[in-house]
């Protein structure tokens, strides 16, 4: 399995494809139609040998759903079974649901990845939102300390990111130069 910030667009792909199995239940009767699914993760399972993505799309429905974890679960499990991206899907203690993808997956994204090179994973998720960071220099006019460098370096950091998910940034980066020293 490659790690999750290699393989995001994967993992926010079989996010949708679980988001797909559980409206189409909902759609069947399986539950009442509205159950908020944004509680619903895909992310690393705690041990690798579970397979690539672990979901918890069983343990968050169930209440609403009125099904016991595990038996949603199963149910879940059943449609991802059939879906092309999935080599197997396992569910696990109360109603976890463990997935390993075929091999193609993984080679897909790597041919992704080298397709779009530096902007791979590149989001356009903030919508061109304005987003206003501040962050600080050193202060020239006192002691310096390693939280001078910190605050750069972590502002500029997030103000990268920030960008790279579609947000207009504009950067704030003051220079306190004055004082009594």
């Known amino acids: 399995m490659a790690d999750k910030s290699t393989a995001q667009h994967l993992f926010a ?3 949708k494809r679980v988001h797909a199995v559980c409206g189409a239940l909902a759609a069947e009767g399986n539950w009442p139609a509205g159950i ?6 895909v992310e690393p399972p705690r041990d690798a040998s ?3 993505m672990a979901t918890n799309a069983a343990m968050v429905l169930a209440k609403d ?13 059943a449609k991802l079974r059939a879906d092309d991206l999935i080599a197997s899907v396992d569910v696990a203690g109360p109603g976890f649901i463990n997935l390993t993808l075929k091999p193609a997956a993984w080679a897909n994204e790597l041919r992704a990845l080298l397709r779009e090179g530096a902007s791979y994973g590149k989001s356009s998720i903030g919508g061109r939102e304005k987003v206003n960071v501040e962050y600080v220099s050193a202060n020239p006019t006192g002691p ?8 750069a370096v972590f502002g500029d950091a997030l103000a990268n990111l920030l960008a790279f ?3 207009e940034v504009t950067r704030e980066y003051y220079i306190n130069d004055a004082g009594a020293q």
């Open 13 to 15: 792909d079989v996010l």
């Open 50 to 52: 579970h397979g690539d």
């Open 65 to 77: 759903a009125k099904v016991k974890p595990r038996d949603l679960a199963d149910t879940i499990a």
């Open 165 to 167: 998910a579609g947000y």
């Open 36 to 41: 908020d699914l944004s509680r619903i993760v």
């Open 144 to 151: 310096m300390h390693v939280g001078h460098g910190r605050g």
